[in-house]
């Protein structure tokens, strides 16, 4: 019997500020599809200690919104980012990729989905233009992990 790969879907970002929660609610969609071999987690912000969770998988996406212009979404392949900063509020993608290669001396398959955000202001619920991206996001992933699974079970 063939292994199927260890996927995290990871979404962060704020569901009190509309849009700001898009990718926490990305993450409850994937959870809610049940796809064997993915889990999800979901915080306000990426932190050090997040590092230690590529560790634990074959594959990580990160999902968050974006103020930036995108067709509903983007996703790309990730690039450790070297300028590591600390704020108060959170590490980037890319810092914690970047602590992680640090770490384990590798870089792992980690992909980031950016869901398009109209508003991020004070309030609970995503937009209707960010509940449509969101949920055009999650119908892409869910196809891309399945054809993920398929590639990596043959390899694995």
């Given at each position: 019997m063939k292994a199927i790969p260890s996927m995290l879907v990871y979404g962060f970002g704020n569901p009190g500020r509309e849009d700001d929660?898009?990718?926490?609610?990305?993450?409850?969609r994937i959870r809610a599809a049940a796809l064997p071999g993915v889990t999800t987690?979901?915080?306000?912000?990426?932190?050090?200690?997040?590092?230690?969770?590529?560790?634990?998988?074959?594959?990580?996406?990160?999902?968050?919104?974006t103020r930036s212009p995108v067709d509903r979404f983007s996703?790309?392949?990730?690039?450790?980012?070297p300028s590591v900063s600390f704020t108060t509020?959170?590490?980037?993608?890319?810092s914690v990729l970047a602590l992680y290669s640090q770490l384990y001396g590798k870089t792992p398959p980690v992909y980031m989905?950016?869901?398009?955000?109209?508003?991020?202001e004070l309030r609970e619920g995503l937009t209707a233009e960010g509940t449509e991206n969101t949920l055009a996001a999650?119908?892409?992933?869910?196809?891309?992990?399945?054809?993920?699974?398929?590639?990596?079970?043959?390899?694995i």
């Open positions: 929660g898009a990718g926490v609610a990305l993450a409850e987690d979901s915080n306000y912000q990426l932190n050090v200690e997040d590092a230690l969770l590529l560790s634990e998988h074959d594959l990580v996406i990160f999902a968050d919104a996703f790309y392949r990730l690039q450790p980012d509020h959170a590490m980037s993608p890319g989905l950016e869901i398009g955000g109209m508003s991020f999650g119908q892409f992933l869910i196809s891309w992990l399945n054809d993920f699974k398929s590639v990596k079970s043959t390899k």
